[in-house]
């Protein structure tokens, strides 16, 4: 009886640790991050849309300057987030991202209702505002999940920002191998998944993605470094099946397969997050044991989350008394400290970060979104033009993680700027642009390694400069301001250059050929020609934001010679001296 009572209270105790570690996990920062990781890696739709922009091309009787408007609606919609930034500052995490998944859903389903004729054909104005919507939810979701990590762990921001623009740049692939599994080859399919499933992944966590006291641990990077090496096994698989599809044809149970993986490596850094909250735990145990509460960790941290949000919506109720937004704005404080909005929005340093960004971001976002109708005009199968597509996406998510991990790593050891970094990419990608300008053979598959990479490292780039010179008070509607850099640059170099330019040569070919266009009859252009011109003029334009990036280069040197997180060790000292002083 003595021994089957004491197994009974092992197995027991077991139990309960087991449901005390998963209480732990769930309730702590780092499962916040985790749930952040699977919705950035299901919010990249938009960098998929040369998968599916032929279809709605065929389907509607669209020429190219009417798509690329579209193109430049969805850039619009997924980069104008204004909107959901200054509903975050009023609003906790969860408001926005369940508004998001909303507007996912609605936006993309109706594309797809239309590209299938389940739709009369929409009208043009009706289908940019369905892409406006679909895409705008990606703002959302980046609003909700990323600024939210970055308040949470705000000595890592660069690197948080990086693996987490990481994930959105691998979406692509992740969504591919999903479509392939689930929809094999019916590309409109593609619109209905894109729809539906990032929607459902941010419905999941809508209570997860919370503020919580930014406590900073000795080996929080080396945590990050962890989830970075198994983002960097999923993206390597994701090259392999790219790599492998391509030279052989997949069923759809292989398929199938290949998706199973995926998942496994998506969900592979709840492992991490058990292994930290245990250790926590052991230390928690060594310096508090009670005898009458089984669960004091774990009340600790349910209490501490929810002391933290309480006080994030008390301070955002009172936010607009107390910041007085309006005042001051040509009078900012220090780089580093708690500019306002205005006071941030009227910055040179902004202005100049902006002009860059709306250069580099609004020229290698041409290139990716005209990458289908590129491999085409220039002759490359249908099979090549998905593999840019992926590799587009890979890349980009080594550009992101990149940029994050290595600008940490420079300016905590070096001192090196970030923003010149963000000058080196800006030139890079001129090289990128230059390639597709004058088509050597087969260098589109290198050109999409670039343009992939440099779009995806400029971002974080952008995200951390802004963090750490205008400060994290505001930071979701100076992140998201950030972010309308590119649909602006967008517009000029994609609709007014990109799509006038193709259009032009290709009613010329057209009138060469003898052949009458009908109405409604698309435009397809064939040769170096159709895009040589625009991507000579975006290469320029690229070149001449790295110029003008230098010069915030030159104002922010010394800012960033210094310590600039310096005020968060100060705080961090000072709370340590009220625990001692209440402990004594």
């Not at 609004?362 to 002759?379: C, F, V, Y």
């Not at 290595?406 to 990128?432: A, D, W």
């Not at 030159?554 to 310590?563: A, N, Q």
């Amino acid at each position: 009886m003595a021994v089957t009572g004491g197994g009974g209270g092992r197995g027991s105790s077991m139990a309960a640790d087991m449901k005390n570690i998963t209480v732990q996990v769930i309730t702590g920062r780092w499962f916040v991050v985790f749930a952040s990781f699977l919705i950035m890696s299901a919010s990249g739709a938009t960098y998929m849309f040369g998968l599916y922009s032929n279809d709605i091309k065929t389907s509607l009787g669209y020429d190219q300057t009417t798509l690329n408007l579209l193109s430049f609606f969805k850039d619009l919609g997924a980069n104008l987030g204004v909107f959901s930034g200054l509903i975050n500052e009023f609003t906790p995490p969860w408001v926005v991202l369940a508004m998001g998944s909303l507007m996912n859903f609605f936006g993309y389903f109706m594309i797809w209702l239309s590209v299938t004729s389940k739709l009369p054909k929409p009208k043009h104005w009706q289908m940019f505002l369905y892409i406006f919507i679909g895409a705008n939810s990606q703002s959302f979701a980046n609003t909700g999940s990323l600024v939210t990590c970055v308040k949470n762990f705000p000595r890592t921001r660069g690197i948080v920002i990086g693996i987490l623009k990481g994930y959105v740049g691998l979406s692509g692939a992740i969504i591919t191998q999903l479509y392939y599994a689930f929809y094999y080859d019916d590309s409109k399919a593609l619109i209905l998944l894109i729809g539906w499933l990032p929607a459902a992944i941010s419905v999941i966590f809508l209570r997860t993605v919370r503020y919580m006291k930014p406590v900073h641990q000795r080996n929080e990077i080396g945590v990050f470094y962890k989830f970075l090496y198994i983002s960097l096994g999923l993206a390597g698989f994701l090259m392999v099946m790219i790599i492998v599809q391509k030279n052989t044809t997949f069923n759809q149970t292989e398929y199938g397969a290949s998706a199973a993986m995926v998942l496994f490596l998506l969900f592979l850094p709840l492992a991490v997050l058990f292994g930290e909250e245990f250790k926590i735990r052991q230390n928690q145990n060594q310096k508090h044991s009670s005898v009458d509460d089984p669960l004091p960790e774990v009340k600790v941290v349910a209490a501490a989350a929810a002391e933290a949000e309480n006080n994030n919506n008390h301070h955002i109720n009172n936010k607009l008394v107390e910041s007085r937004w309006w005042e001051n704005v040509l009078s900012p404080p220090e780089r580093g400290e708690d500019y306002n909005i205005l006071q941030a929005l009227f910055s040179i340093d902004m202005l100049i970060l902006f002009f860059a960004g709306t250069c580099g971001c609004g020229g290698t976002l041409t290139a990716i979104d005209n990458l289908g109708q590129i491999g085409t005009s220039l002759g490359y199968p249908k099979k090549s033009i998905s593999t840019f597509v992926s590799l587009v996406s890979i890349w980009n998510y080594l550009g992101r993680v990149f940029s994050g991990f290595v600008s940490e790593h420079m300016l905590i050891k070096y001192k090196f700027p970030r923003p010149l970094m963000f000058t080196m990419i800006l030139l890079l990608s001129c090289v990128g642009h230059l390639l597709i300008a004058f088509n050597v053979p087969n260098s589109l598959y290198v050109a999409s390694v670039i343009i992939g990479f440099g779009f995806g490292a400029q971002w974080p780039l952008i995200f951390a400069i802004v963090s750490e010179v205008f400060g994290l008070k505001y930071y979701s509607t100076l992140y998201n301001f950030g972010g309308m850099a590119s649909p602006i640059g967008l517009y000029v170099l994609n609709v007014r250059v990109t799509g006038h330019l193709y259009d032009k040569e290709a009613k010329r070919q057209l009138a060469a050929s003898g052949i009458k266009r009908h109405a409604g009859q698309e435009l397809n252009c064939v040769g170096t020609s159709c895009y040589k011109l625009s991507f000579l003029i975006i290469a320029a334009a690229t070149f001449a934001g790295a110029i003008v990036s230098l010069i915030l280069v030159v104002r922010t040197y010394s800012f960033y010679k210094g310590d600039i997180y310096k005020r968060y060790t100060v705080e961090e000292e000072e709370e340590k001296k009220e625990v001692r002083g209440c402990g004594s």
